[in-house]
């Protein structure tokens, strides 16, 4: 069974640093996505960054690029989000995803979830 744990939310002023984890277990495959993404409140769900655990491909929403850096630690199974220049619109529950194989960025595509984490942002 997979599991995803998320760590690492709070609240912050605009311009702080904040880091996510996620300890995944469970994946069979060696080849597989770790993504985030994020919910706001009456917001869909949207991709944040992804990485892919073999050949480290990349991926990050827009609005984030430059202050966002997603990280893979393979010793450790984790996936950390590293989160600079934070501003009021990223307030969100933030959500670890993983699915088998190639990078995408549609919330269908993942078939596992953390139980998200709370990011709050000050102005």
């Known amino acids: 069974q997979v599991h995803l744990v998320e760590s690492g939310g709070g609240l912050v002023q605009a311009g702080d640093f904040l880091r996510l984890s996620c300890a995944v277990s469970g994946l069979t495959s060696s080849d597989y996505t770790m993504a985030w993404f994020r919910q706001a409140p009456r917001k869909e769900r949207e991709f944040v960054a992804a990485?892919?655990?073999?050949?480290?491909?990349?991926a990050y929403l827009d609005s984030v690029k430059g202050r966002f850096t997603i990280t893979r630690d393979n010793a450790k199974s984790t996936v950390a989000l590293q989160m600079m220049s934070l501003k009021p619109e990223d307030t969100a529950v933030y959500y670890c995803?993983?699915?088998?194989?190639?990078?995408?960025?549609?919330?269908?595509?993942?078939?596992?979830w953390g139980q998200g984490t709370q990011v709050t942002v000050s102005s």
């Open positions: 995803a993983a699915r088998p194989l190639g990078l995408r960025y549609d919330v269908n595509s993942y078939a596992y």
């Open positions: 990485i892919r655990w073999t050949g480290g491909g990349i």
